[in-house]
């Protein structure tokens, strides 16, 4: 079974500082790997994608995230925080057959002046 | 804008009653997908479609249904509604709906049972 998990629920910077959200994924196969996000009051966004090709991958709004298959993570980090990327953060598996998306359970991440 | 189009936007009704949302895929889609958002549960998945058919089942209550139509538009209808029910449900499509295709979400539509 494919799950995901983020570590961290809520996480806090200042703008123009990094930002790292940790996601590890569990799965039986080579997953394909999402990270979305949603602001407020607003659908979900994706923001970048792994599917088995360079293991970092560089996604909108400056993201980027690295596939480490040996540490099970795809964390995603952005160098520097701009005050409009305060939202909620989505790490996200797809199944094989399907596609349909297991979400973990979000990080909120705010973005302090 | 995603190009995926859900109606109504907000939605408030009585317990007991029954809705029905409405999702436009993008053109081209061929698979569409139903997710529920509530704080206690997150983002669950519910059904999936593809090309009318149904493909995949999630958590989905008895009370509630879906179909997928000809033209690709899929409607979910929540039935005997509780006050539980309330929460964002998106629709998503992708194109043929495989382990590496894209989902674009719609805006979602929001239920308040009352």
């Known amino acids: ?113 | 804008d995603s190009g995926v189009t859900q109606t109504p936007k907000h939605l408030i009704t009585a317990t007991g009653q029954r809705v029905t949302l409405r999702c436009s895929p993008r053109s081209g889609d061929l698979s569409v997908y139903w997710y529920q958002q509530s704080l206690d549960q997150g983002l669950q998945f519910l059904i999936q479609y593809y090309n009318g058919e149904e493909r995949a089942k999630g958590n989905i209550l008895e009370r509630f249904s879906a179909q997928q139509f000809p033209d690709l538009h899929s409607e979910l209808n929540l039935s005997s509604l509780e006050l539980g029910d309330s929460a964002l449900y998106f629709c998503a499509s992708s194109v043929e709906g495989g382990q590496s295709a894209e989902a674009f979400f719609g805006q979602g539509t929001r239920l308040t049972v009352v």
Not at chain 1, 72 to 80: A, E, N, Q, V
Request: charged fraction near 15%; charge should be positive; proline fraction near 4%.
């Open chain 1, 1 to 113: 079974a494919q799950s995901v998990t983020q570590l961290d629920s809520h996480v806090s910077v200042s703008e123009g500082t990094p930002v790292l959200l940790r996601c590890n994924y569990s799965s039986s196969y080579s997953p394909s790997l999402f990270w979305y996000v949603q602001h407020p009051n607003k659908g979900l966004q994706l923001l970048l994608k792994y599917t088995s090709a360079a293991t970092l991958v560089k996604g909108i709004n400056g993201f980027e995230a690295e596939f480490k298959k040996s540490e099970t993570s795809f964390h995603l980090t952005k160098p520097s925080a701009h005050m409009s990327d305060a939202a909620e953060y989505f790490c996200v598996v797809s199944t094989i057959n399907t596609g349909k998306l297991i979400f973990g359970q979000g990080t909120t991440l705010q973005v302090k002046p």
